[in-house]
């Protein structure tokens, strides 16, 4: 089993920035990619981006590229979304997964770990 816990969700203003950050443990050796999806009220959770663990290849969205990063330190078994020129409809809980099938990591159906969620709220 991978436990996942996530942090650094909170309030923001409008074009501001938050770092969210997740810690696995567990069998992180099982661990294959991470991700980052996000959930409003109403919607399905959908994709926000994923790190492969070995080469860091990254996936975005294409409602987040050149505004959200993605990263991880291997160390620190941690991946971080840092967001930056936040908009209203970012917000979501977002969620952290962990996928180990050594798949493509972009569907939520792939992922077989999941953290708790943090909240983000950015009003406009």
């Known amino acids: 089993q991978v436990q996942l816990v996530e942090s650094g969700g909170g309030l923001v203003q409008a074009g501001g920035s938050l770092r969210l950050s997740c810690a696995a443990s567990?069998?992180?050796?099982?661990?294959?990619?991470m991700g980052w999806f996000r959930q409003a009220p109403g919607k399905e959770r959908e994709i926000v981006a994923a790190?492969?663990?070995?080469?860091?290849?990254?996936y975005y969205a294409d409602s987040v590229k050149g505004r959200f990063t993605v990263s991880r330190d291997s160390a620190k078994n941690t991946v971080y979304l840092q967001m930056t020129s936040l908009k209203p409809e970012d917000t979501a809980v977002y969620y952290c997964?962990?996928?180990?099938?050594?798949?493509?990591?972009?569907?939520?159906?792939?992922?077989?770990?999941w953290g708790q969620g943090t909240q983000v709220t950015v009003s406009s």
């Open positions: 997964g962990a996928e180990a099938r050594g798949g493509a990591a972009t569907r939520v159906n792939e992922y077989d770990y």
């Open positions: 567990g069998r992180t050796y099982d661990i294959r990619a």
């Open positions: 790190i492969t663990w070995s080469t860091g290849g990254t």
